[in-house]
């Protein structure tokens, strides 16, 4: 007798059970109905490009699952040069230089689709999720009056899922080049003093000190840039930059954003200026964006993004600066599942069980109710199996439906309809011409 493969998860991959995977679709459904109401265009690219295209910003080559024939050894996989997409960002840009001709700029796209990235999953960090990205391109300028609408896409987004009390965290980037241009500091030292800040989030200010006295900056410098983090609104950093005499330009620009953001219907108290956010990624040169869950920040970014000056400078010498911002969906679920915010009960997607009291004298009128609720639009399933009523209801009840239609011998001599309500556990009787609507009423339709 043949072994048995051994069946078990992937550290990293998620694998919802049916009522995870509904309640993933209903959060994807609304992100895509927002990010249309605010005008942005589908796209979706393939999930494989190129090694010389994911590779192009560099610094991720570590992050890329590489493909393969399962005969090929690494050298042949290397010459394939094929490898699985680690952000939606990268195809993009190939995606906007290769289709340029045929676009209208502004470009405004969105996408929602899988990623995957080769790293140690961890808590609400997975190898494999869904990316919610959306994206306005340029061709040549853009108008910074884009980076205000991106919190208020999301602040739309957000409220509409139901997340519990979140706060999107801005920042520019400039802010820091103008505050080390001060004293002369550019290049690679700008790259590591954005690491050390970064740090500051997840290890404490103290290692964020000690990281940027290995850059061999001056005291001051260090005290200047910790003071930066530390603070908490726009005027106390024009305080601080005022000290060193640095540049405010950046921080201009920050204040105009968050301005615009709010005159364009951002709720002020769920954006705030913060200083120590940093973004990872090279490509990103001024408005900065993370999002939180308040009291779960522990568990990173939900909502991230920025602005970059050239997003394709890798693929052509055309210009095409852009703004965007991405949700992590799986990471989302995660945590508002871990916060108890979300109570996913339906694990179908049907509203409606209807029953076969006595199938063999009523089947051809189980068809018809199931079919004339299915024409108004209601999501229902008729039971075939030769059960019991009691066990007809409880598979109902099992599956999160929220409504059992009976019809039986009674009801067929008084042409009424019983419709038990399974939240509630009251029962109605309702005239078989009314039934359709008594059941759009009780779902709220």
Not at 408 to 435: H, L, Y
Request: proline fraction near 4%; charge should be negative.
């Amino acid at each position: 007798m043949e072994e048995l493969v051994k069946v078990e998860p992937i550290s990293g991959f998620p694998e919802w059970l049916p009522n995870l995977r509904l309640l993933e679709e209903r959060f994807i459904a609304t992100i895509r109905e927002q990010y249309q109401l605010f005008g942005f265009t589908p796209v979706e690219t393939p999930a494989v490009e190129r090694m010389e295209v994911l590779a192009a910003k560099g610094g991720i080559q570590r992050q890329i699952y590489t493909l393969g024939r399962p005969e090929e050894d690494g050298e042949e996989r290397e010459k394939t040069g094929l490898g699985l997409h680690f952000d939606l960002t990268v195809p993009l840009a190939r995606y906007v230089v290769q289709h340029a001709e045929e676009l209208i700029f502004p470009f405004r796209r969105y996408q929602i689709q899988k990623v995957w990235r080769g790293e140690r999953a961890q808590k609400a960090r997975f190898r494999e999720f869904y990316q919610c990205d959306i994206d306005v391109i340029g061709r040549g300028t853009l108008e910074r009056i884009h980076d205000a609408e991106m919190p208020c896409v999301i602040n739309a987004v957000f409220t509409a899922l139901g997340v519990p009390e979140f706060q999107i965290r801005i920042s520019n980037r400039k802010i820091l080049s103008d505050l080390l241009a001060a004293r002369g500091g550019a290049g690679q030292q700008y790259q590591d003093v954005l690491r050390a800040i970064d740090k500051s989030h997840s290890q404490g200010i103290e290692t964020a000190r000690k990281l940027l006295e290995q850059q061999q900056l001056d005291s001051g410098m260090i005290s200047a840039i910790l003071d930066l983090i530390r603070c908490g609104s726009l005027d106390e950093a024009r305080q601080v930059l005022g000290n060193v005499g640095a540049s405010t330009a950046g921080l201009e620009e920050l204040q105009f954003v968050m301005e615009s953001a709010v005159a364009l219907g951002m709720t002020p108290a769920r954006m705030r200026p913060d200083f120590s956010i940093a973004r990872g990624l090279d490509y990103y040169t001024s408005t900065i964006y993370e999002t939180f869950i308040l009291g779960r920040e522990e568990l990173g970014s939900i909502c991230s993004g920025g602005r970059y000056d050239d997003l394709a400078s890798f693929f052509t010498k055309q210009k095409y600066p852009g703004v965007g911002i991405s949700i992590g969906l799986s990471r989302l679920l995660e945590i508002m599942l871990t916060a108890g915010s979300l109570n996913p009960t339906a694990k179908v997607p049907s509203k409606v069980l209807v029953t076969t009291l006595d199938r063999d004298a009523y089947l051809r009128e189980y068809l018809t109710l199931a079919r004339e609720l299915r024409e108004a639009g209601i999501p229902t399933e008729v039971y075939y199996e030769r059960h019991g009523l009691r066990d007809q209801i409880g598979y109902a009840s099992s599956n999160g439906i929220r409504l059992a239609v009976i019809f039986g011998e009674n009801e067929a001599k008084q042409n009424t309809v019983a419709i038990r309500d399974m939240e509630s556990r009251k029962q109605e009787i309702v005239a078989r011409t009314d039934f359709v609507s008594l059941v759009q009423r009780k779902l709220g339709l």
